[in-house]
């Protein structure tokens, strides 16, 4: 069955990247997907990477995907107080609709 | 153009009692899902509707049902609610048609469970 993994906190100073990782047992997850979610807010889609792709760069953020070890990371480079949230991998499956299996969550707390 | 919305934000109910949550999906997407979120759980995923059909559930009692309008709009049911079903609930919406299907989610329901 799916289960994605997560570590459940991160710290960091304003300024320096953070690197959220997230592991899947999954083999035929298509699509991954990153996720943040605010206090008393649902969850906003950060960005996302087709699983044919090692690497993807929006702006401040970076995701690699190790397919091989079923690795993958989230990259902010100049982490602000403002990406203090709790942040989500998520994997969907070849076929199976639009299901989505969460990671655990990793809350990162940005200190000034 | 407006985003998902779901109603109410907040309710309190009590044991036993039964209740319907409301998502209205972003103008064009055919599909919704919906989540459960609790601290002990995490997000689990319910079921998903397109085109008014169930094209997916997840690993819940019968007691949690929903279905969806011909404007895509859908309702989740929980009925005889227990403690356990305290949670945020949590619904996206989508195109549906496409391989990624980027799914953009609602900004929850609390349901608070006495």
């Known amino acids: 069955g799916e289960d994605v993994e997560q570590s459940l906190f991160l710290s960091v100073r304003e300024g320096d990247s953070s690197v959220i990782n997230c592991t899947y047992t999954d083999s035929s997850s298509t699509y991954l997907y990153w996720y943040k979610q605010e206090p008393g807010a649902g969850l906003q889609l950060l960005t996302y990477?087709?699983?044919?792709?090692d690497m993807k760069q929006d702006q401040r953020l970076t995701v690699l995907l190790n397919k091989k070890d079923k690795h993958l990371s989230l990259r902010i480079a100049d982490t602000q107080t403002g990406d203090s949230a709790i942040y989500f991998c998520?994997?969907?499956?070849?076929?199976?609709?639009?299901?989505?299996?969460f990671g655990t969550g990793t809350q990162l707390k940005v200190e000034l | 153009k407006a985003g998902v919305t779901q109603t109410p934000r907040y309710l309190i109910k009590t044991r036993g009692q039964q209740v319907t949550l409301s998502c209205s999906p972003i103008?064009?997407?055919?599909?919704v899902s919906w989540y459960q979120q609790t601290p002990g759980q995490g997000l689990q995923f319910l079921f998903e509707?397109?085109?008014?059909?169930?094209?997916n559930k997840g690993n819940f009692p019968g007691r949690f049902s929903g279905r969806q309008f011909s404007n895509s709009r859908s309702e989740m049911n929980v009925s005889t609610l227990e403690l356990g079903d305290s949670a945020l609930y949590l619904c996206?919406?989508?195109?549906?048609?496409?391989?990624?299907?980027?799914?953009?989610f609602g900004a929850g329901t609390r349901l608070s469970v006495l």
């Open positions: 996206a919406s989508s195109l549906g048609g496409q391989q990624k299907n980027i799914q953009y």
């Open positions: 103008s064009g997407h055919r599909s």
């Open positions: 998520a994997e969907k499956e070849t076929g199976g609709g639009n299901k989505l299996t």
């Open positions: 990477i087709f699983s044919n792709m």
């Open positions: 509707y397109f085109s008014e059909t169930q094209r």
